[in-house]
């Protein structure tokens, strides 16, 4: 396939976080340096030469912007209007709150990473990593430590039960959680394919159910082709490939739960996670440092039980957190590496273990969008396809770097507000409505939320009345 100004074009979707990187046409960097770099040595010529950039291509990829945006977002999202984002009185006992306010930022980083892939797409006309190893980095950094949430809630619910659990509950709560919005956002992509589909409405419902079931299955499904050959709306829904992981990887607690049991399960973790990143398990990709993320997370929550004194906070563990995420994009490609898993590793640790990174993961924006950072993860290709849409504003604002950024701030801030209405009127009824049906107040967790509780309960001995005393 070739673009309009003779570049090839490296498919139809990005890889990182837009797509599932065991695809071909998301061939992995971590093995392949060499190619990434050629790869994007040919993607930056015809943006240095395009007659439409009259300004230079750093300020496209600067870095303070890209902060100032975030910083924000969350300082938006500390205002009054934002306060129904709040749990209620009560119900915020026992979550994590530096977890909260991470999420914000890992939804927001992988939302930067697509923008600067989205502006080189209108340009050019080529879906690529941008030149930018920073902005390259944000969206498997996102998801890497994403991962490692979910390893670490979970495991280390089983953990504090022992292993002992409701199955039927973890994953009723699980599909209430997930798939809601999921299947929101599904008719959002089935309703833009069917519409400019050749052929008439009832002509392409008539082909397109097939595809449509396996976009359905609420990411089960691994790696659905884009429906009726559409790869335009490929970004729309292109990084919903980690839902698949996240389930693999709850359908893998009932396999590893007895270790759960045992007192040396943090000593198996450790020599898991180095035989996955030695040998890659047979596995083709970044498959296994997938695996290996989730172990992380699954060995950070042993540790923090082993280990209770390591917790704390203070300026010199938020300095070294903040040194292991600068070592990670300094000497790896990208997160999906044996480097970048340790580092981020380390850093996922210090969090876990009360790092607060000066403050700002406790600061109310940043705990208030982390409720939200689920919809913020899901909905932000559907907000950057329609402001950065080639006829809308995307042609006007990919020229200018002010004009750029601009639309930037205004998609970062219309992100912010529907990803919140998206959470109260999706996300939070839909955990309302699991809960009634499990018949029990539970406690939310996994890559966007928090634990259930789940533990198997037994009803209690009936108390015998208490004897009378002889006369």
């Not at 430590?145 to 709560?173: A, C, E, P, Q």
């Not at 996922?348 to 790092?355: K, Y």
Request: aromatic share 12%.
């Amino acid at each position: 396939m070739v673009a309009t100004n003779g570049v090839p074009r490296a498919g139809p979707r990005p890889s990182c976080c837009l797509m599932d990187p065991r695809s071909e046409s998301a061939t992995p960097i971590t093995a392949r340096s060499s190619r990434r770099r050629r790869r994007v040595d040919e993607y930056r010529e015809p943006i240095h030469s395009s007659p439409m950039m009259g300004e230079s291509m750093d300020g496209f990829y600067a870095i303070w912007p890209s902060l100032a945006l975030v910083a924000f977002a969350v300082c938006v999202a500390s205002t009054r209007p934002f306060r129904a984002l709040d749990p209620a009185p009560g119900a915020s006992s026992g979550r994590d709150v530096n977890l909260d306010g991470l999420r914000t930022f890992l939804a927001l980083a992988v939302f930067m990473h697509h923008m600067s892939i989205r502006r080189a797409a209108v340009l050019t006309g080529v879906v690529a990593l941008p030149p930018s190893h920073f902005y390259a980095y944000l969206g498997s950094f996102g998801v890497s430590v994403f991962f490692m949430i979910t390893g670490y809630l979970f495991w280390g619910k089983l953990l504090d039960r022992k292993g002992k659990i409701s199955w039927i509950d973890l994953y009723v709560h699980r599909f209430f959680r997930i798939v809601p919005l999921y299947w929101a956002l599904m008719a959002i992509y089935i309703t833009v394919v069917l519409t400019r589909a050749d052929g008439g409405l009832a002509s392409a419902i008539a082909s397109a159910w097939a595809g449509a079931l396996k976009w359905l299955a609420f990411g089960a499904y691994p790696g659905p082709p884009p429906l009726l050959g559409d790869t335009r709306a490929m970004p729309l829904v292109g990084m919903t490939w980690t839902l698949t992981y996240e389930w693999g990887f709850y359908a893998s607690l009932l396999v590893t739960a007895f270790l759960a049991r045992t007192r040396w399960s943090g000593p198996v973790l450790a020599v898991a996670i180095a035989l996955t990143l030695c040998t890659k398990l047979g596995l083709s990709g970044p498959v296994s440092y997938f695996i290996s993320l989730f172990l992380c997370g699954m060995l950070t929550a042993w540790m923090a039980r082993a280990f209770p004194r390591w917790r704390g906070d203070g300026y010199v563990r938020s300095i070294i957190a903040i040194g292991f995420v600068i070592a990670a994009v300094c000497l790896s490609d990208t997160a999906y590496s044996g480097v970048g898993v340790l580092l981020l590793g380390l850093f996922f640790l210090l969090i876990a273990s009360g790092t607060s990174l000066f403050g700002l993961l406790r600061c109310t924006g940043a705990m208030r969008l982390g409720h939200a950072s689920y919809s913020i993860y899901l909905l932000h290709g559907v907000v950057l396809c329609s402001f950065f849409a080639p006829s809308l504003l995307g042609g006007w604002a990919a020229g200018s770097v002010i004009r750029y950024w601009c639309l930037g701030a205004v998609t970062t801030m219309a992100l912010v507000v529907i990803a919140s209405l998206s959470y109260l009127g999706i996300e939070r009824p839909g955990i309302a409505l699991g809960r009634r049906l499990l018949g029990r107040r539970t406690d939310d967790t996994g890559m966007h939320g928090h634990a259930p509780s789940l533990v198997r309960t037994r009803p209690r001995p009936p108390i015998p009345p208490p004897e009378t005393p002889p006369a």
